[in-house]
């Protein structure tokens, strides 16, 4: 072996050139990159500036420099120390010899990889950023988001996947967020040492800018690049932003290439999305497209009830949850949110919760949802209904059979409009707004107990569209 020649100061010249090649890798691969992977790199030579050894600490980490920097490694030191026949990268805590790497040897072809089981790093990675009520246990199926929801659990399954990347279309509030953040959870749970990352289209295009500035992009490819499973939201966001898009799109063959899980999510289908590469679609419409339908009353009358049973100290009558699920149609979070601030303000107020403590609620929201009912037209589908004339919703008369169906219109009224109840009360003869509150109340608890009320309410509810 050459020995090393000692300098004036001590430090030896294979110590020097270490320091500068060290400078050259900071420069190069940015600060971000360097301080994370190659800055643990320990020189373990002391007097042989021929075969140059390495060491990290982990073998993890061993394993990402050898992938990612083997190569340049060597041609750093050989500008400095033009001697150098191979530099080795082994771990330090690990016996037997190092496994040296020498001059770059031009590469075979390689085939193309199969979808497989992700190769899972010894070191846990970093956790993505999960909301803990979005998993697949709490995502109501029913037939607009049955297809959704089975793709997306055969993705996150362990083993082998028959398709990626999945993509995820629907509108607003439909529920792809909540089967991105369940995809990551289940696969969590089989890979707990996976590395998983879930985005918005918004974020990868805010950090690969950021990125750009700094002038370390390796890092935030080496990031994404590296993932096990990769999910991005909202890629509707990334139209018309072609630096972005190229990055992306690198990603994306990047992601499948390495036979690794990667989910992409949007307000349209691949094809409906102006304003992204062709390229980028292509690859998109190579996996599996699956889309999330407008949820039905049904099924958001299920989802308000699975979740009011999720909340055993708060009682919220049928008729309230019957309320939100016809007015909030358009938006599966908006309706839970409306939920949300029903349920809170009640246990902050002391009040109990029923149908006139909703409307106050939520008056701005439902105003915002609802139909242009006006009292006239409640009231003629009632009298039609019942066989009534227009004149016995207004008389004084007290007899079961009109009296009934008055309340009921009542209850419409204040249900699907927004008059107040003084207003509700000139529209039915001029009665003040206490006998309108007693009207609400009587039909809602009827609506429990008497089936005849319950389902003439119904019925009347769907010829005025609500």
């Known amino acids: 072996m050459t020995q090393v020649a000692e300098l004036d100061d001590g430090v030896s010249e294979l110590a020097r050139a270490w320091a500068r090649v060290r400078a050259n890798l900071r420069r190069s691969a940015g600060a971000r990159v360097f301080d994370q992977w190659l800055a643990p790199v320990t020189l373990a030579s002391e007097d042989d500036t021929v075969d140059v050894r390495l060491t990290l ?6 394993n990402w420099v050898k992938s ?86 055969a993705l996150a399954a362990p083993g082998v996947v028959r398709f990626s990347p999945l993509f995820i279309h629907g509108g607003t509030g439909q529920g792809k967020t909540h089967l991105m953040n369940a995809i990551a959870h289940r696969f969590l749970a089989d ?10 289209a918004e974020r990868f295009m805010f950090e690969f800018v950021a990125a750009m500035r700094a002038r370390d992009t390796f890092a935030f490819k080496a990031k994404l690049r590296s993932c096990d499973l990769l999910l991005i939201d909202d890629l509707q966001f990334i139209a018309g932003k ?27 289908a691949p094809q409906a999305l102006d304003g992204i590469e062709p390229r980028i679609l292509g690859r998109l419409g190579s996996g599996l497209v699956v889309d999330i339908r ?38 599966i979070r908006e309706l839970e949110g409306a939920l949300t601030r029903v349920t809170a303000y009640a246990m ?19 105003r915002g949802h609802q139909r242009r009912v006006t009292i006239d037209q409640i009231q003629k589908l009632v009298c039609d209904h019942f066989e009534l004339k227009p004149l016995d919703l207004l008389s004084a008369r007290r007899a079961r059979a009109v009296a009934r169906p008055r309340q009921i219109a009542m209850y419409l009224a204040k249900r699907l409009t927004t008059r107040s109840l003084p207003e509700i009360g000139r529209k039915f003869g001029g009665r003040d707004h206490s006998t309108v509150i007693h009207a609400v109340r009587r039909i809602e608890a009827l609506r429990d107990s008497d089936r005849e009320v319950d389902q003439a309410v119904h019925m009347l509810l769907g010829q005025l569209g609500a």
């Open 191 to 200: 890979h707990p040492q996976a590395r998983v990352m879930l985005m918005s």
């Open 242 to 268: 072609d630096v972005t898009q190229d990055e992306f799109f690198h990603t994306v063959n990047e992601i499948m290439a390495a036979g690794k899980r990667l989910v992409i999510a949007a307000d349209r």
């Open 57 to 62: 600490p982990t073998a993890f980490a061993t």
């Open 68 to 153: 990612h920097y083997a190569d340049r490694l060597l041609h750093e030191f050989r500008a400095v120390l033009p001697g150098v026949r191979s530099v080795a990268i082994d771990t330090a805590t690990r016996a037997g010899g190092p496994v040296v790497l020498t001059a770059p040897v031009p590469a075979a072809p390689v085939a193309p990889v199969p979808l497989a089981a992700p190769v899972i790093s010894a070191a846990v990675s970093e956790r993505p950023s999960l909301d803990p009520r979005l998993t697949f246990e709490r995502f109501v199926v029913d037939a607009s988001n049955m297809v959704a929801l089975n793709a997306a659990q």
């Open 348 to 366: 902050l107020t002391g009040q109990t919760i029923d149908l006139e403590f909703a409307t106050q609620t939520l008056g701005d929201m439902l």
């Open 294 to 331: 407008p949820s039905s009353l049904e099924l958001r009358r299920t989802i308000l009830t699975r979740r009011v049973a999720e909340m055993p100290d708060v009682r919220v009558p049928e008729a309230v949850l019957d309320l939100l699920a016809e007015r909030i149609s358009s938006s």
